[in-house]
């Protein structure tokens, strides 16, 4: 007999036999028998434990739902009611008419775990389907072009449901019409699919819900929102679930006041929109690497992966996909693949505008409203990977005068921007070995001060495209720091397009020695990455007498940078005065003396930066008599002194 039948079951088959010859029973071999055996939950004991038994429970009650029942358009499964003002209340209910499974598979549309088609459609109370559907379902009863058959049975579920939720509804009526409402009713305002806002992880947001959910911990109750926004995870774009949580409160609260809420509760709803779409596509076309400039706050991890504000101001690279390849594991954000009403949209869409399919998705204004307001790339002056705030990306500015006012001979610029810009514009010299002696190295050797770093800046400027500097202090001294961190860095230049600079490089240069096995190691791996770079390389060192061999044949460009003379030193000054925020009441006479003092290039920089300072104080003009106080000071130092 079936284990589910509504008697009694029997046992089908003797589950063993008597040998005839012995006189004793014989168990058949595991499994054998083609027969089923029933078991029974026992009452709990003492211990408030249980076990299976044999034993038919006495007080089973025949199974209600049966033929008989399959004949009624709605089955209600009623309970005890905690309500005062009921003495009944459904558990749930079960949708067995067809029309009405047909007029719900249009009211309840995309409503998550709804499935009409279902031969037998159960929905569980607190109903939050109807609740939320609640206009659409009165709406669809007005129709004027329903069967008789649908509008009877529509109306014996809308008097079930009336019963049952018509008080949540008239409660929920009230709290919107005063936009407010209580903990408990909280949910009612959330309907999946509909879109939220919440300044969650950064300024306002919209977030596409997929469902709510009421939960607890020790630290309290809360509604927990699972939604979804638009991200990018460096190749394709897609939609990413964040976790929204709304904790308890008593009494009411405005709606508005919450962390989330519904985009129809907000009072200017279409100017949010348009805001959440304009800067939607600034994220759609921030996909892939750019070179960008960035000023306020941008977001680092600790180690448990928890958000860290930080200060950022300079030049980035926004670039998600390197992110995710370079960074730990908790940073990246898996994306979950389009839903097939976004596809339909992306469709749609595609044909309003006349494009041809590419396989490439192009966002639809709806999924630039739904936008993550971050995205992610790298700080060059920080030398850190971050999450920047997608408004507070701008522009760089150029400074398309640095190269002109590099005090350097002409032909020596000449060469510079030569060998540069053939180098960015896709020189097809080639080793003998493919892919090998590509990139262009340009060492620059002189005293401090003198234009080696400014040079490299400058020609970046001129060329407008990313300078990554490096210092040896930023590869490491371990043999395995350095080829990790150097290859790492080179491919990133490749692919950005950028200018590497290393400053400062005297420990990579020096010559190998039979003692220190460490370092030659150390210059060994260097050499040996750079063999295969292919873009620019500038190098600057103090001490080129004591350079590695190996360098020298691997150097494209030497440049040394004499001392400055008393003509160069005039320049620098005039410069950086052209350059100064404050009016100057400098003389020709007064930059004539000025640049007969024996100052490089950084020391006239900090000279004038510190008496604009004096100046400020004293809110004047940048007069001489604030440089020669800061020049008297200067002297007392010892490295000043004559």
């Not at 049952?164 to 909280?186: M, P, Q, R």
């Not at 919450?258 to 921030?286: V, Y």
């Not at 950005?496 to 030659?520: G, M, Q, Y």
């Not at 940048?622 to 130092?637: G, H, M």
Request: charged share 30%; hydrophobic share 35%; glycine share 6%.
């Amino acid at each position: 007999m079936a284990a589910n039948s509504n008697q009694e079951p029997t046992d089908t088959q003797n589950s063993s036999h008597v040998d005839a010859t012995q006189g004793t029973k014989v168990q058949p071999p595991v499994g054998s028998l083609s027969s089923l055996k029933n078991l029974y939950k026992s009452q709990k004991d003492s211990d408030g434990e249980w076990t299976w038994t044999e034993k038919y429970p006495e007080d089973a009650e025949e199974a209600v739902e049966n033929e008989d029942t399959l004949k009624y358009a709605v089955i209600v499964r009623n309970k005890k009611s905690n309500d005062s003002r009921k003495k009944l209340e459904a558990d749930s209910i079960v949708i067995q008419s067809p029309w009405l499974k047909a007029a719900l598979a249009i009211i309840l549309k995309d409503y998550p775990g709804i499935a009409c088609e279902l031969k037998r459609l159960v929905i569980e109370a607190p109903f939050a389907c109807f609740v939320h559907r609640w206009a659409e379902f009165v709406d669809y009863m007005r129709r004027t072009d329903l069967e008789s058959i649908t509008k009877e049975h529509l109306v014996v579920l809308h008097d079930i449901l009336k019963y049952e939720i018509g008080d949540s509804i008239t409660a929920f009526e009230d709290y919107v019409l005063n936009g407010v409402i209580t903990f408990e009713h909280l949910w009612m305002l959330f309907q999946p699919g509909s879109v939220l806002l919440s300044a969650h992880k950064g300024p306002l947001s919209a977030f596409e819900l997929d469902e709510s959910e009421y939960m607890a911990t020790q630290c309290g109750k809360f509604l927990r929102l699972r939604s979804d926004c638009v991200d990018h995870s460096g190749k394709d774009f897609g939609r990413h679930r964040e976790i929204i949580d709304i904790p308890e409160f008593v009494g009411t609260k405005k709606i508005t006041g919450l962390n989330a809420f519904p985009w129809a509760f907000h009072e200017d709803k279409d100017a949010i929109r348009d805001e959440l779409i304009k800067r939607g596509q600034i994220f759609e076309k921030l996909a892939g690497h750019h070179y960008k400039s960035y000023n306020g706050t941008a977001i680092t991890w600790d180690r448990d992966g928890n958000d860290i504000p930080i200060q950022v101001s300079g030049r980035i690279v926004v670039d998600i996909d390197s992110f995710n390849r370079f960074t730990p594991h908790y940073n990246k954000r898996y994306l979950s693949e389009w839903k097939p009403k976004d596809l339909a949209q992306f469709l749609i869409d595609r044909e309003m505008r006349g494009d041809t399919e590419d396989g490439k998705v192009t966002l639809t204004p709806y999924h630039h409203m739904l936008a993550r307001s971050r995205t992610r790339g790298y700080s060059l002056k920080l030398k850190k990977w971050l999450d920047f705030y997608v408004d507070q990306v701008g522009e760089v500015t150029w400074n398309t005068d640095a190269f002109d006012k590099l005090v350097l001979p002409e032909d020596q610029k000449e060469l510079i921007l030569a060998f540069s810009e053939s180098q960015l514009g896709g020189s097809t010299f080639d080793d003998v070995i493919s892919g090998k002696g590509k990139g262009v190295i340009c060492l620059l050797s002189g005293p401090p001060g003198v234009g080696k770093t400014l040079t490299a800046e400058a020609v970046a400027e001129n060329l407008k495209v990313p300078l990554h500097t490096l210092s040896s202090g930023d590869l490491g001294s371990d043999s395995w720091d350095v080829e990790h961190g150097l290859s790492r860095i080179l491919e990133l230049v490749a692919r950005w397009n950028a200018i590497l600079l290393l400053d400062e490089c005297d420990v990579f240069l020096e010559a190998r020695s039979k003692h220190d096995l460490e370092r030659n190691k150390v210059v060994s791996i260097f050499l040996r990455t750079l063999e295969y770079y292919e873009g620019i390389l500038f190098m600057t060192t103090n001490r080129v007498d004591n350079m590695d061999a190996a360098f020298q044949s691997r150097i494209h460009v030497s440049m040394e940078y004499p001392d400055l003379t008393q003509e160069s030193r005039r320049k620098i000054w005039k410069n950086f005065i052209a350059t100064a925020a404050l009016k100057s009441e400098l003389s020709e006479e007064d930059l004539d003396q000025l640049s007969q003092l024996d100052l490089n290039g950084r020391q006239i920089k900090n000279l004038l930066k510190t008496s604009q300072l004096l100046a400020v104080r004293k809110k004047s003009e940048l007069k001489r008599e604030f440089i020669d106080t800061v020049l008297s000071i200067e002297k007392r130092r010892p490295d000043m002194a004559e």
